[in-house]
């Protein structure tokens, strides 16, 4: 069991950055691939991005890229999601989960094995 706790959401106007945090706790976090994930009112949960185990290999959607980092420091058993120049759209609740498959990193959300709460982000225009 992995245990995810994702801070760092809120609100923010547009262009504004904001950077969110996945604490991990339990089996050992270094294993995982890690991915972040967001859902907005009325939508399917959608792939934002997604790290490698090791942190060598990261991976965005297109609505994202250039925008936002993923990263991860395994020393600390935390995640990261570094986002800038935040647009309204952006808003929805952020989730952080790992998956269990260090040779492949997934970004379908069926494939990710454990998840955190959700952290609300809203972007005001």
């Known amino acids: 069991q992995v245990q995810l706790v994702e801070s760092g959401g809120g609100l923010v106007q547009a262009g504004d950055s904001l950077g969110l945090s996945c604490a991990a706790s339990?089996?050992?976090?270094?294993?995982?691939?890690m991915g972040w994930f967001r859902q907005a009112p009325g939508k399917e949960r959608e792939f934002v991005a997604a790290?490698?185990?090791?942190?060598?290999?990261?991976y965005y959607a297109d609505s994202v890229k250039g925008r936002f980092t993923i990263s991860r420091d395994n020393a600390k058993n935390t995640g990261y999601l570094q986002m800038n120049s935040l647009k309204p759209e952006d808003t929805a609740v952020y989730y952080c989960?790992?998956?269990?498959?260090?040779?492949?990193?997934?970004?379908?959300?069926?494939?990710?094995?454990?998840w955190g709460q959700g952290t609300q982000v809203t972007v005001s225009s």
């Open positions: 989960a790992v998956d269990w498959a260090p040779a492949v990193v997934s970004t379908t959300p069926n494939e990710y094995d454990y």
């Open positions: 339990g089996r050992t976090f270094s294993l995982y691939n």
């Open positions: 790290i490698s185990w090791s942190g060598g290999s990261t």
